[in-house]
């Protein structure tokens, strides 16, 4: 089992690998050669941020959701944009689908439900926290050289390569330690006693499907669709099991944002999100 765990562990992180790179390359280099240009840049962008991070988050690759972990940190993207990532994200869930063959027309109701309540609990967000700085500043400073000091790297030398591995590196590491050892706990405690704990239970689904969902780690969408797959779960705690998923991001949200109070908030918000529509979902009786 240990040697399973050691080879998912690593799988796992080879996938963010290239993801992490890249989302600090493109950070480093705003820092350094965009400037105030780029400020302006994010500030507009930011306004349909919802929208491209809904559709993107789609995708299942959990890669994406690491990434806007890095960008909300280093404040390129909004609040909103990085919950409407975190909801969409679909993780295992399309793969495992299309492997068993589930027909297309169900699959893209469900995506596009993730879609939807990402994109618009995201344009939520960030109008009313936009109504809330009135008179303020009209946006937060990037803080990406914060972020640097933070993590004691090179990037006031103006390396842009060597800045970005080393981000990546440290950030690297911190995952595979921490999946490690979830995926040694989930190991030990078996998937089949998880899905034990889900299945059967209507009223407390959505909610005990949400903790589910929490576990920075593959394994908890797996779980979830696979129940759902075997009829042992309903439409509406799968989808509140997934929107409350983020794959790793919130692990990695809480390494590299130094305010733990507001990642807490930002944790509780999207569990509250997901559960409240896969709440909505068992009361409609909706069957995708």
Same mark, same amino acid.
């Given at each position: 089992?240990?040697?399973?765990?050691?080879? #998912?562990?690593?799988? #796992?992180?080879?996938?963010?690998?290239?993801?992490?790179?890249?989302?600090?390359? &493109? *950070?480093?280099?705003?820092?350094?050669?965009?400037? #105030?240009?780029?400020?302006?840049? &994010?500030?507009?962008?930011?306004?349909?941020?919802?929208?491209?991070?809904?559709?993107? =988050?789609?995708?299942?690759?959990?890669?994406?959701?690491?990434?806007?972990?890095?960008?909300?940190?280093?404040?390129?993207?909004?609040? =909103?944009?990085?919950?409407?990532?975190?909801?969409?994200?679909?993780?295992?869930?399309?793969?495992?689908?299309?492997?068993?063959?589930?027909?297309?027309?169900?699959?893209?109701?469900?995506?596009?439900?993730?879609?939807?309540?990402? *994109?618009?609990?995201?344009?939520?967000?960030?109008?009313?926290?936009?109504?809330?700085?009135?008179?303020?500043?009209?946006?937060?400073?990037?803080?990406?050289?914060?972020?640097?000091?933070?993590?004691?790297?090179?990037?006031?030398?103006?390396?842009?390569?060597?800045?970005?591995?080393?981000?990546?590196?440290?950030?690297?590491?911190?995952?595979?330690? &921490?999946?490690?050892?979830?995926?040694?706990?989930?190991?030990?405690? =078996?998937?089949?006693?998880?899905?034990?704990?889900?299945?059967?239970?209507?009223?407390?689904?959505?909610?005990?499907?949400?903790? %589910?969902?929490?576990?920075?780690?593959?394994?908890?969408? %797996?779980?979830?669709?696979?129940?759902?797959?075997?009829? *042992?779960?309903?439409?509406?705690?799968?989808?509140?099991?997934?929107?409350?998923?983020?794959?790793?991001?919130?692990?990695?949200?809480?390494? &590299?944002? #130094?305010?733990?109070?507001?990642?807490?908030?930002?944790?509780?918000?999207?569990?509250?999100?997901?559960?409240?529509?896969?709440?909505?979902?068992?009361?409609?009786?909706?069957?995708?």
């Amino acid at each position: 089992m240990i040697l399973d765990v050691i080879a #998912d562990t690593l799988i #796992d992180a080879i996938k963010l690998l290239p993801f992490l790179f890249v989302t600090y390359l &493109v *950070m480093e280099y705003i820092e350094h050669k965009a400037g #105030d240009r780029a400020e302006e840049m &994010v500030q507009k962008a930011g306004k349909f941020g919802p929208l491209i991070g809904s559709v993107l =988050g789609v995708f299942p690759q959990c890669g994406f959701s690491a990434a806007a972990s890095n960008l909300y940190a280093g404040r390129i993207i909004t609040l =909103g944009t990085l919950i409407s990532i975190f909801l969409s994200t679909s993780d295992e869930m399309l793969p495992i689908f299309i492997s068993e063959q589930v027909p297309v027309m169900t699959v893209l109701k469900i995506l596009g439900v993730k879609v939807i309540i990402g *994109m618009a609990a995201g344009f939520l967000i960030d109008l009313v926290i936009r109504k809330k700085q009135h008179g303020e500043a009209e946006h937060e400073h990037l803080k990406i050289e914060e972020m640097c000091h933070h993590q004691h790297c090179h990037c006031a030398e103006g390396k842009i390569l060597k800045s970005a591995f080393s981000h990546t590196m440290q950030i690297l590491f911190f995952i595979v330690i &921490v999946s490690f050892v979830l995926n040694l706990l989930i190991g030990i405690i =078996g998937e089949e006693s998880l899905s034990g704990i889900l299945s059967g239970k209507q009223v407390l689904g959505p909610v005990l499907a949400g903790l %589910v969902g929490l576990i920075p780690n593959c394994a908890a969408s %797996v779980v979830l669709t696979q129940l759902y797959l075997e009829g *042992m779960l309903n439409a509406g705690s799968m989808i509140a099991g997934l929107l409350v998923g983020a794959g790793v991001g919130l692990l990695v949200l809480f390494r &590299v944002n #130094d305010n733990v109070k507001e990642n807490f908030k930002i944790t509780l918000m999207l569990y509250v999100i997901g559960v409240i529509s896969g709440i909505i979902i068992e009361t409609a009786g909706l069957i995708f």
